[in-house]
Structure formats: structure tokens, C-alpha cells
């Protein structure tokens, strides 16, 4: 093999117009006829020097690295005038490495992947792949993100890592793993460089690597077999700060007997790239639900995690519990006459103007802290129940901001809790309660000019006793909960870059009542720029589709009924929306996804789409389409916000002007959704729990001020 390393030097002030990337494309372009084996790059150079290795497949190509150098420069110095590059050091030599730790040659086309080995403990020496591991035994699971080998259990399309834009800095990165059945996880940390492998060393995370640092390829978890035959699963996740980005799952046979050998398999990744993880800094609290083991893993900023089973049956019932007290707080049926044949209505139990007295609303407010509190024992362990709240406080007030947790389900509906109603102090299911001073204060009895602050007031009054009743017991109140959608894309966190007036489309039911359909969309473009909302002729499917064809809205807002239909008595229920004449189902937006639209479908400009009826994104274990995958995942929208339960058509509106308008004015998803909830809380209303958005936390339809 023959190896060269150039040194690309710039002249000052022109890295803007051109990249480390640009130079490896006209290498991989220019040489590709040749016996090219693999182009990769070396950090740690001056601002201004791009360091790249290039390896051919034999001896006989050395004579191309002085090539290389020259024609380099001259195509680079057309670009950039005055640059030089640098042959600084040339080997030719067989590879010795183990077979597993050599590059498989794939990467002249794709620069880092993900690598995971597993090798008997402090040795290079492979595990046999196929066999079982052997009993009582010490082996690792060894860990890298940089060219692709050949002794890596993950397929490439699997492990792929194209080479994106990160950070002007080296990320530092976590590895994870958790073993069935073992309490504590085994924690690395390494170094994501902006470009080449990753490595790991003794320097501290996030501090400036010592002179003599010793860099080491790869990351070691150790992994102690059983002394009994079994067959276990782990898992290992790799985390940018308290997010999880890449998560896999280990199948393990150890003994004679289990059949199989032992395999990993790509669980999810929050971005298929990794690149700009910029975006996904600032996450307090990562929850990963797993579908194979029904675990999840909760991972806060010192890093403790922790863990518990819950079964999709049990999630159900969580949800079901959830939308029924919602249900109760919100309408009644009631008879239109007194004979036993009148015709049953639906009535609200808000006054007009939405609201509720203040002790109705506590009561409101306490059934639904006991479904969250039961769902968040049911959830974590004892001592994650009694640590997680205190971490979460303490992330407000050191941050200045909420908390946000972030959710990734690996297999979307297989738990559709409603994170957001999560009660996390402790409560009974006593009636009797101890109401908090902030529902005073913060309640319909409070002054509304008042915003509510990251932390209850009260809060350290709280901690040691029973039964309180506090607003800031709830994720929805307390904490900006994240829930992104399942897609094969990078998520975004912006709609559209570009500084344009902002455009929001409505798709309005004719059966809706029209007298609050018009009053909506007065007072909705009331709080919006003049020339936001457009209302496009949709009459027909076709209308429809085609209006959803070109990437030029900001946010397409469905204001409508919503229904659903079971089509068996042992199958879940699945819903559709209704828009006058016809209904748009899930399956709908799917095929026109992979037939009457473009591909991709909204490539630059992509919407968020708000579903405003009644159960518009419910789901359950058993859900066999889904707005959110339909929209989220085939149509590229960057998210979606639907709806849990029945919702009374002016309490609707109500609430989408309110969110609408925050966005409007720049306020992320999380944050938006999150003030509509205390909006409405003011009035003695708790239905901002019925709304849940479907995307990052930080999605906002223009870049926010001062974001580069």
C-alpha cells in the first residue's frame, strides 16, 4: 500500500470558499480511475491548513502521491490564489493490522462510520462471529466512528457516517452499555474530531487535550459473559451531551446450546448523519425506548441513567387512563329533549369563554396529577423517583431555562404515553390534597400579567411530603418535552432559512360550524403578519394534494373533524380527517407521497403541519398508520402537532391562535407548546395537555435571532 499525508495551506481569510470537503470530492473525482483505497483527513492542524491522507491499494501507485500535490495545488490555487499544498510524509507498506481493524476500501465514497467489534478484553483478538461467547469470560465491545472495517457487526448502510458540517471543535461523545440484568451501565467518553476517526484518551471531556495526550482508536466497554448459558440483550448508545444520537442493540448466546451467534443491530438514530449536532445541545434528560427489551434509559447531565419495564399494554392503559379524565374535564353528553328517543349531544363544561372557576379547576388538575403520578412510579425505579425531579429543578435554575426531555421511541406507538401530563411529586390517590400557592398565583385567580417562573416558588416545601398539588409537577408545565418523529432524514430545526414573509396555509372543514370557523381565522389572522394565512381551494382530494405539492408554506394547518375507524373487533382504531365531502387518511398522504408527488417530497422548504380536530395523532400499540410517520417520515414535514382526545370546535380554535401566534413571532415548537399550556391554565383550563408536537424541541419556522 502506498500512503501520502498533504498539508493544504490557505492564504489568510479565505477559508469561506472552500471546505476539507471539496478537496476530498476532487481527489475521490479526480483519481477514481485509479487504485484508490481510501481518502480521510487529520485534525489538530493551524486555522487555515487542512491535513488529508490519501491511500492507494499497492506499491506501484507511490509515484501518484507527488502527482497528487501538484495538480492539487493548481485546482485548488484556481479557487483560492496563492495556496500551497505539502506532501509531508510518504509510507509504502503492507498492512499488518488484524484483519477485523483493517478498512474494507469503502471509504473513498463515505468518510467515518461506526464500528463495533468485539474482542476478548485487553486484546485485539476477535470474538468468533457465529458462535456463541464463551462462559465466565472478560471480552469488550470495542467502539469507533471512522473508516469502515471489515470486522464491524453492523452492516454499512447501518453503520454509515457521512461526513457532515459539525462543530468548529472536537465533540465529545459517550458511549453506553447497558446489559439486561446488570444495575450500573458502562460509561466512555471520546472524541469526535471535525475530521478523521475518533479516539479516546485520558484528557477530561470538554477541556483542551493535554500536550501529551495518548490517543488511543478505540473505545473499550467491557463485557463480562455469565457463568450459565443465556442468551442476554444490551444495548449501546452513543450521546452527544444528554442526547442520544445512535442506538444499538446487542443480541448475546453465551454457552454451548444457545443457538446463534452473537449480533448487533441498529435500534435508531435521532440523526442518520450526525452532522450539525449543534442543534441538539442543551437537552437535559434523554429517554430512549427501546423495542426490544421495554426498557427505558434515562440519561441526565452527570450522567446517571436510569432504568425500568414498562409493557406497550401498560402504556395503553397509561394513555387510555389519560384521554378519559380529559375527556370528562372537557364535555358531557346531553339529551335535546326529554323523551328517551332524543337525540344525545356533546356540551362543554367550559364557560364561553373557556374557562373554569377555581376550585373546579384544582379538581380538574388533581385527577390529573394521579394519572401522571401513576404513570411516573410505574415508570422509574425508587431511586430515579426521588432524584429525577431534584435534577430537573436544578437544571432550570442553573440553565435559566426549562428542561428539556427528550424522547426517542424506537418503535413510534408501541408506548403512546402522554408524556406531558407526568405528575413527579409524590401523590396518593387520596382525595384529599394540598393545593400549591402557585395555583393561586398562576391559576384563574392569579394575575395573568404575571409569566410563571422555571421553578415553583414553593418548591423546597414540596420535597419530603404527600399529596401537593403543584402545576410545576407536570413535565408539560415544568419542562419542554421532546418528541421526535421517526424519519430517514436528519430532523430540522428551522422551516426555512430564508428571510421571507411567512406563509401558513389552512385546510378548513366546511361541516365545521361556520360561524366559529369564521370567527377562528379573523381572530387567528388578527394575531398574525398581514398576507400569512392563505386558504386555497380544496374542495376535492385532488385540490388537496395538489396544494400540498410545492415546498412553499411554512405551516399547513388542518382546522377540522377527525374521526376513526376500527375495522375489526380485535384491531385498534385508526383515524381520518375530515375536509367537507371526503376524508384524508394517513394511507392517503402515503401513496401520494410515493406516486403523484416529487421525490423528494418538500427537499428545502419543509413544514410543520398542525392537525386541529378531535384524536388527530391518538395511537396505541396496536396503530397501523399515523398521521405524525405519514407526514413526518413520507411527506418530509418537520413535524407534526395533533391532538389526544375529543375537542369542542371554539376551544380548538382557541388554543391554535394562541400557538400559531408564538410561532409567529419565533418561538420554537417546545416552547410555544409549552406557553399555550399556561395560557390556558390561566383560565382554569387544563386541554393544553391534548395537544402533542411531533418534532425537535427547538424547530422554529425562521432562524432565530443571532444563530449563525
Known amino acids: 500500500?502506498?500512503?501520502?499525508?498533504?498539508?493544504?495551506?490557505?492564504?489568510?481569510?479565505?477559508?469561506?470558499?472552500?471546505?476539507?470537503?471539496?478537496?476530498?470530492?476532487?481527489?475521490?473525482?479526480?483519481?477514481?480511475?485509479?487504485?484508490?483505497?481510501?481518502?480521510?483527513?487529520?485534525?489538530?492542524?493551524?486555522?487555515?491548513?487542512?491535513?488529508?491522507?490519501?491511500?492507494?491499494?499497492?506499491?506501484?501507485?507511490?509515484?501518484?502521491?507527488?502527482?497528487?500535490?501538484?495538480?492539487?495545488?493548481?485546482?485548488?490555487?484556481?479557487?483560492?490564489?496563492?495556496?500551497?499544498?505539502?506532501?509531508?510524509?510518504?509510507?509504502?507498506?503492507?498492512?499488518?493490522?488484524?484483519?477485523?481493524?483493517?478498512?474494507?476500501?469503502?471509504?473513498?465514497?463515505?468518510?467515518?462510520?461506526?464500528?463495533?467489534?468485539?474482542?476478548?478484553?485487553?486484546?485485539?483478538?476477535?470474538?468468533?462471529?457465529?458462535?456463541?461467547?464463551?462462559?465466565?469470560?472478560?471480552?469488550?465491545?470495542?467502539?469507533?466512528?471512522?473508516?469502515?472495517?471489515?470486522?464491524?457487526?453492523?452492516?454499512?448502510?447501518?453503520?454509515?457516517?457521512?461526513?457532515?458540517?459539525?462543530?468548529?471543535?472536537?465533540?465529545?461523545?459517550?458511549?453506553?452499555?447497558?446489559?439486561?440484568?446488570?444495575?450500573?451501565?458502562?460509561?466512555?467518553?471520546?472524541?469526535?474530531?471535525?475530521?478523521?476517526?475518533?479516539?479516546?484518551?485520558?484528557?477530561?471531556?470538554?477541556?483542551?487535550?493535554?500536550?501529551?495526550?495518548?490517543?488511543?482508536?478505540?473505545?473499550?466497554?467491557?463485557?463480562?459473559?455469565?457463568?450459565?448459558?443465556?442468551?442476554?440483550?444490551?444495548?449501546?448508545?452513543?450521546?452527544?451531551?444528554?442526547?442520544?444520537?445512535?442506538?444499538?442493540r446487542l443480541t448475546l448466546p453465551f454457552g454451548e446450546g444457545i443457538p446463534g451467534g452473537f449480533r448487533i443491530d441498529l435500534i435508531g438514530r435521532l440523526t442518520r448523519t450526525f452532522s450539525d449536532m449543534g442543534k441538539l445541545a442543551g437537552r437535559s434528560v434523554s429517554v430512549v425506548t427501546a423495542d426490544a427489551s421495554s426498557r427505558v434509559i434515562v440519561n441526565s447531565v452527570d450522567f446517571t441513567h436510569g432504568r425500568f419495564a414498562i409493557s406497550a399494554r401498560q402504556a395503553d392503559t397509561s394513555a387510555s387512563n389519560v384521554r378519559e379524565t380529559l375527556d370528562r374535564v372537557h364535555i358531557q353528553v346531553a339529551k335535546r329533549g326529554l323523551l328517551r328517543t332524543s337525540k344525545r349531544q356533546l356540551v362543554s363544561n367550559f364557560a364561553a369563554d373557556y374557562s373554569k372557576e377555581a376550585a373546579e379547576f384544582q379538581h380538574d388538575l388533581h385527577r390529573l396529577a394521579v394519572d401522571g403520578a401513576s404513570l411516573y412510579s410505574a415508570l422509574f425505579g425508587s431511586r430515579d423517583v426521588q432524584t429525577l425531579p431534584h435534577l430537573l429543578r436544578h437544571e432550570a435554575e442553573v440553565r435559566c431555562r426549562p428542561p428539556v426531555i427528550q424522547v426517542i421511541d424506537g418503535?413510534?406507538?408501541?408506548?403512546?404515553?402522554?408524556?406531558?401530563?407526568?405528575?413527579?411529586?409524590?401523590?396518593?390517590?387520596?382525595?384529599?390534597?394540598?393545593?400549591?400557592?402557585?395555583?393561586?398565583?398562576?391559576?384563574?385567580?392569579?394575575?395573568?400579567?404575571?409569566?410563571?417562573?422555571?421553578?415553583?416558588?414553593?418548591?423546597?416545601?414540596h420535597f419530603g411530603r404527600d399529596d401537593v398539588l403543584c402545576p410545576f409537577g407536570f413535565w408539560g408545565l415544568s419542562c419542554v418535552i421532546e418528541q421526535p418523529p421517526s424519519v430517514e432524514r436528519d430532523l430540522e430545526s428551522v422551516v426555512w432559512p430564508k428571510e421571507e414573509e411567512l406563509s401558513f396555509i389552512v385546510a378548513p372543514d366546511e361541516t365545521l360550524d361556520p360561524r366559529l370557523t369564521e370567527r377562528h381565522l379573523r381572530l387567528l389572522a388578527g394575531h398574525l403578519p398581514e398576507r400569512t394565512v392563505s386558504m386555497p381551494p380544496i374542495a376535492t382530494r385532488e385540490q388537496l394534494r395538489e396544494v400540498l405539492t410545492p415546498p412553499a408554506m411554512d405551516v399547513v394547518y388542518?382546522?377540522?373533524?377527525?374521526?376513526?375507524?376500527?375495522?375489526?373487533?380485535?384491531?385498534?382504531?385508526?383515524?381520518?380527517?375530515?375536509?367537507?365531502?371526503?376524508?384524508?387518511?394517513?394511507?392517503?398522504?402515503?401513496?401520494?407521497?410515493?406516486?403523484?408527488?416529487?421525490?423528494?417530497?418538500?427537499?428545502?422548504?419543509?413544514?410543520?403541519?398542525?392537525?386541529?380536530?378531535?384524536?388527530?395523532?391518538?395511537?396505541?400499540?396496536?396503530?397501523?398508520?399515523?398521521?405524525?410517520?405519514?407526514?413526518?417520515?413520507?411527506?418530509?414535514?418537520?413535524?407534526?402537532?395533533?391532538?389526544?382526545?375529543?375537542?369542542?370546535q371554539g376551544l380548538a380554535g382557541w388554543a391554535m391562535e394562541l400557538m400559531l401566534a408564538a410561532l409567529a413571532r419565533g418561538a420554537t415548537v417546545g416552547n410555544a407548546i409549552r406557553e399555550v399550556r399556561w395560557a390556558m391554565l390561566r383560565r382554569g383550563n387544563v386541554m393544553g395537555f391534548a395537544y402533542t408536537p411531533y418534532c425537535l424541541a427547538n424547530l422554529a419556522l425562521r432562524r432565530p435571532l443571532g444563530e449563525d
Open 1 to 248: 500500500m502506498a500512503e501520502g499525508r498533504f498539508v493544504v495551506h490557505l492564504p489568510s481569510q479565505s477559508y469561506d470558499y472552500i471546505s476539507l470537503s471539496d478537496i476530498k470530492a476532487w481527489l475521490r473525482h479526480r483519481f477514481r480511475a485509479s487504485n484508490l483505497f481510501r481518502i480521510a483527513s487529520f485534525p489538530n492542524l493551524p486555522a487555515g491548513e487542512f491535513g488529508i491522507v490519501v491511500v492507494f491499494n499497492d506499491d506501484k501507485s507511490l509515484m501518484l502521491l507527488w502527482l497528487i500535490a501538484a495538480e492539487l495545488q493548481e485546482a485548488v490555487s484556481k479557487v483560492v490564489p496563492g495556496t500551497s499544498v505539502e506532501l509531508t510524509s510518504v509510507k509504502s507498506s503492507e498492512d499488518r493490522r488484524p484483519l477485523w481493524d483493517r478498512p474494507t476500501g469503502e471509504s473513498a465514497t463515505a468518510d467515518r462510520y461506526v464500528n463495533t467489534p468485539i474482542v476478548h478484553a485487553g486484546t485485539e483478538e476477535p470474538a468468533v462471529i457465529g458462535q456463541p461467547l464463551a462462559l465466565a469470560t472478560d471480552y469488550e465491545v470495542l467502539l469507533n466512528i471512522g473508516d469502515y472495517l471489515a470486522g464491524s457487526l453492523l452492516s454499512r448502510d447501518d453503520a454509515s457516517f457521512p461526513d457532515g458540517l459539525l462543530r468548529d471543535q472536537d465533540l465529545w461523545l459517550r458511549a453506553v452499555l447497558v446489559q439486561d440484568g446488570r444495575s450500573d451501565p458502562v460509561t466512555r467518553s471520546f472524541c469526535l474530531p471535525e475530521a478523521g476517526p475518533s479516539f479516546s484518551c485520558d484528557c477530561q471531556p470538554d477541556d483542551p487535550h493535554a500536550d501529551d495526550c495518548a490517543r488511543r482508536p478505540w473505545v473499550r466497554l467491557p463485557l463480562r459473559t455469565p457463568a450459565e448459558p443465556a442468551l442476554m440483550l444490551a444495548e449501546v448508545a452513543i450521546y452527544y451531551e444528554a442526547t442520544v444520537v445512535y442506538i444499538l
Open 411 to 461: 418503535q413510534p406507538g408501541d408506548r403512546a404515553m402522554l408524556w406531558s401530563v407526568i405528575y413527579d411529586l409524590p401523590l396518593s390517590r387520596s382525595a384529599r390534597y394540598e393545593p400549591c400557592p402557585s395555583l393561586e398565583q398562576f391559576g384563574p385567580a392569579g394575575d395573568a400579567t404575571i409569566d410563571p417562573p422555571l421553578v415553583c416558588p414553593y418548591d423546597r416545601d
Open 558 to 648: 388542518f382546522y377540522c373533524h377527525s374521526g376513526y375507524e376500527r375495522r375489526s373487533s380485535q384491531g385498534a382504531p385508526e383515524n381520518y380527517l375530515n375536509l367537507g365531502e371526503y376524508q384524508v387518511w394517513p394511507l392517503d398522504v402515503k401513496t401520494w407521497a410515493r406516486t403523484h408527488w416529487p421525490y423528494p417530497h418538500w427537499p428545502m422548504r419543509h413544514p410543520l403541519v398542525i392537525l386541529n380536530g378531535c384524536h388527530t395523532t391518538e395511537a396505541n400499540s396496536g396503530t397501523l398508520n399515523t398521521f405524525v410517520s405519514a407526514f413526518a417520515d413520507h411527506a418530509a414535514a418537520s413535524g407534526v402537532v395533533g391532538t389526544e382526545v375529543t375537542l369542542e
